[in-house]
Structures are given as structure tokens and as C-alpha cells.
């Protein structure tokens, strides 16, 4: 799958807002990508630069205000049911 060029733009901008560091781009372009193809949420375990309140506030008002999508971020274990 080829990454649209937006979702390096939305991803420098994470970079630029002190939201994701520059040497784990990758995480910015998961989410920007995420948000870009209209997903309702991104399930990750990665708790440094993805799954944290910083991230799923900072990200969710960067891409409402550019008018895309904003997916959840949410854990594998608040996503699975269990009976």
C-alpha cells in the first residue's frame, strides 16, 4: 500500500506539535493514515507515541481542525468482549 502524500503533511504536523517525535514518524503516518481513510479506531498496544491521552487529544483537535476523520485509539482489551 502506498502512503498518501497527506498523511506525511498530517504527520509532520504531530511532529511539528511536540505530539509524536520525529525518529518514530511511522506512528504519526499510522494514525494520519487512519484518519485519512476514515477509520473509526486504531487497536494498539504501543504506549509510548500512539495509545496515551496526549496523543488521542492532541491528534483528535489536528484533524478536526484540517477536517479529517478522527479515529479512537483504543487497547486490544477495551475493544474485545468477554462472557
Known amino acids: 500500500m502506498e502512503i498518501d502524500k497527506r498523511a506525511y503533511d498530517l504527520s509532520d504536523t ?25 477509520m473509526d479506531c486504531i487497536v494498539s498496544l504501543n504506549f509510548h507515541h500512539i495509545n496515551k491521552l496526549k ?11 484540517k477536517g479529517y476523520n478522527n479515529p479512537f485509539i483504543f487497547t ?6 468477554y462472557e
Open 14 to 38: 504531530y511532529i511539528e506539535m511536540g505530539i509524536v517525535p520525529l525518529k518514530f514518524r511511522i506512528d504519526g503516518i499510522h494514525i494520519a493514515m487512519a484518519a485519512l481513510n476514515d
Open 55 to 65: 496523543t488521542k487529544m492532541a491528534t483528535e483537535i489536528i484533524n478536526r481542525m
Open 76 to 81: 486490544p482489551m477495551e475493544v474485545v468482549e
